[in-house]
């Protein structure tokens, strides 16, 4: 019983998939591994501008503005959710920016049209 209780209070490594190791490798690879207090309040100060941003050009029928700010609004908070080292948040963002991606894609194939 001494046993099983010593090796239940080590702490398990959470299981990293490997969608998860090739984004991080990719962020790694393409971004800073840590940022200043100070730069990282100012990139968050502007995902909040571009969010504010969104929110009037949905409020005001702005599309597709709407796409347009909210790419880098979940581009910066994935990056912050990488940087803190939280998968769910980075995840939820990358998802978000995935759709606007292919939103944006779609809009320029049709904007000629």
């Known amino acids: 019983m001494g046993l099983r209780a ?6 398990k490594k959470p299981q990293v998939n490997i969608m ?4 991080n ?3 790694s690879k393409a971004l800073p591994h840590s940022l200043a207090p100070a ?6 100060n502007i995902a909040l501008a571009l969010g504010l941003g969104n929110a009037l050009a949905i ?3 702005g599309y597709p503005l709407t796409m347009f700010l909210s790419l880098p609004f979940c581009i910066i908070w994935a990056y912050c959710a990488w940087l803190h080292h939280e998968p769910q948040l980075k995840w939820l963002n990358l998802t978000f920016l995935a759709i606007y991606a292919v939103g944006i894609v779609r809009y320029a194939l049709h904007v000629g049209n």
């Open 59 to 61: 409020i005001f029928n």
């Open 39 to 44: 730069t990282e309040r100012t990139i968050k």
């Open 20 to 23: 998860d190791r090739l984004v």
């Open 25 to 27: 490798h990719l962020f």
């Open 6 to 11: 010593d090796m239940s209070s080590v702490e």
